[in-house]
């Protein structure tokens, strides 16, 4: 008799979960809105003190900003960017967890001296994304546009704020 009763009352548990977790047909879809891009700024690409880029970007300078960065957008014009900006260098680590467009990480010194460069990160990737030098600025542009740009370690940025 315990046992039928525990049958039962197992049979109703499974059940009333099994309906309680299916689809309310009455639950409108969440639309989900493309991020726009928000300029805060303009940045500049040095080559032996000549310009040879200008850029718009926008500034990641707190903690949710590093934390989200580019995640979640769709695409991003040629002539913007992200750049990230920490109180001190020190060596960085990122990942393309849910960042949809192959990007480029430039990494900066305290002086916006290029340190490293890493190219075509791959969207989606969670491997981590070392500086492996300390580095106090980061610019995350589309992947592919330090090679086209033809910027290197050593080159300077400059940038400022709107």
């Given at each position: 008799m315990k046992r039928t009763k525990y049958t039962l009352a197992s049979i109703f548990l499974i059940s009333t979960l099994l309906v309680s977790c299916g689809n309310d047909p009455k639950e409108p879809e969440v639309e989900i809105q493309e991020i726009e891009f928000k300029k805060e700024g303009e940045l500049q690409v040095l080559k032996d003190g000549e310009i040879t880029q200008t850029l718009d970007i926008e500034i990641a300078d707190t903690p949710y900003e590093w934390e989200t960065g580019l995640m979640y957008?769709?695409?991003?014009?040629?002539?913007?960017?992200?750049?990230?900006?920490?109180?001190?260098?020190?060596?960085?680590?990122?990942?393309?967890?849910n960042t949809y467009?192959?990007?480029?990480?430039?990494?900066?010194?305290?002086?916006?001296?290029?340190?490293?460069?890493?190219?075509?990160?791959?969207?989606?990737?969670?491997?981590?994304i070392p500086s492996n030098v300390p580095a106090r600025f980061i610019l995350e542009i589309n992947g592919g546009k330090t090679e086209e740009w033809n910027i290197e370690v050593g080159d300077k940025m400059r940038f400022s704020r709107n």
């Open positions: 957008r769709e695409s991003m014009e040629d002539n913007q960017g992200m750049l990230f900006i920490y109180p001190n260098a020190a060596e960085r680590s990122f990942y393309m967890k467009i192959p990007l480029d990480l430039i990494f900066m010194n305290s002086d916006t001296t290029i340190v490293s460069i890493k190219e075509n990160a791959i969207p989606r990737d969670e491997t981590s």
